[in-house]
């Protein structure tokens, strides 16, 4: 069963200006590579997602907030908070980000593709219940798993968060809820300065690893690894969903890891064997930062021939 490739030409449409970090030219250059790539393009299916509903992004976030993003596009967009610019297209593309990772569940736990990767934009893991923050307007790994045990029959769910930066967001709209095991490694200290070994929940059911910046990568490998360890005894998810963060590679300018394409690969190796074991191989990728789009690109392709 090929691995599918889902995005939404609309998640282009969250236009931050070129000058910002995460800009529109980042969805390009993956599109790029995975078409010079012959063999791997044709490994993958293309599916366009569907756009997530006010009603399915109320699973995880305040309906008055949903209504103030939309309105905001509507009126043509600016500054969201200190990090997070919208502009008109911005509530086109955010319900298309989060739309394309249900579509990604629905397909994984409707056994059509065990496992997908979803090129989308704006990312989601630091946004709150009711509001935005660090480029992300909807938590949309946060909406998949609450979405996975409500519609799609899920009864466990597993996060595994490799982006640079601490996955707030996605932390504060799943602790309370003991059926989703959230494991984050991030640099430490960095933003958004949350994250530390001992928040593990009010449920325990956060592994959080905050690691320092410019270690061997074997050690990020090992650190993580050893959490997802941790977050499974015991504990067998019916679904994971990896928040793929391309800034934990070597280079990024907002990131201080060492992560090359081939640890970020073999991590997702794992992962997919583990999935096997655990759950008919059912793995929903979704991309989170990466900011510098080449090595994005590099390590997307290298995730996404791992996770084929
Ligand atoms: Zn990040």
Not at 190 to 213: E, F, I, K
Not at 230 to 254: E, K, N, Q, R, Y
Not at 279 to 307: F, K, Q, T, W
Request: charged share 20%.
């Amino acid at each position: 069963m090929p691995v599918a490739f889902i995005s939404h030409s609309d998640c282009g449409r969250h236009d931050t200006g070129w000058g910002h970090p995460e800009h529109v030219g980042r969805l390009r250059a993956i599109t790029r590579a995975l078409r010079n790539d012959p063999s791997l393009f044709d490994s993958v299916e293309q599916v366009e997602g569907r756009h997530a509903t006010a009603d399915e992004l109320a699973l995880v976030h305040d309906s008055d907030y949903i209504a103030t993003v939309e309105r905001f596009a509507a009126t043509g967009g600016g500054q969201m908070d200190i990090d997070t610019i919208m502009s008109e297209g911005s509530w086109a593309a955010g319900t298309a980000g989060a739309g394309c990772v249900l579509t990604a569940v629905d397909r994984a736990m409707g056994a059509e593709h065990a496992r997908s990767f979803c090129a989308v934009r704006p990312p989601g893991h630091h946004a709150l219940a009711a509001r935005s923050m660090g480029f992300c307007l909807f938590g949309n790994v946060a909406l998949a798993a609450r979405y996975a045990l409500s519609v799609g029959g899920a009864e466990r769910v597993l996060i595994v968060d490799w982006d640079v930066h601490h996955g707030n967001g996605t932390q504060a709209l799943v602790e309370k809820d003991p059926a989703i095991h959230f494991v984050s490694m991030h640099q430490w200290p960095w933003y958004p300065g949350t994250g530390a070994a001992a928040d593990s929940g009010p449920h325990q059911n956060a592994w959080n690893l905050p690691m320092p910046a410019a270690l061997p990568a074997a050690s990020y490998v090992d650190a993580l690894e050893g959490g997802i360890d941790a977050a499974t005894a015991g504990f067998t998810p019916d679904i994971v969903l990896i928040s793929a963060g391309f800034d934990s590679l070597a280079g990024d300018p907002l990131g201080g890891f060492t992560f090359e394409p081939e640890h970020l690969a073999a991590i997702t190796r794992r992962l997919v064997e583990r999935a096997g074991a655990w759950c008919n191989g059912r793995v929903v990728s979704v991309l989170e930062g990466g900011y510098a789009p080449d090595r994005l690109a590099e390590g997307v392709m290298a995730h996404i021939a791992a996770l084929a």
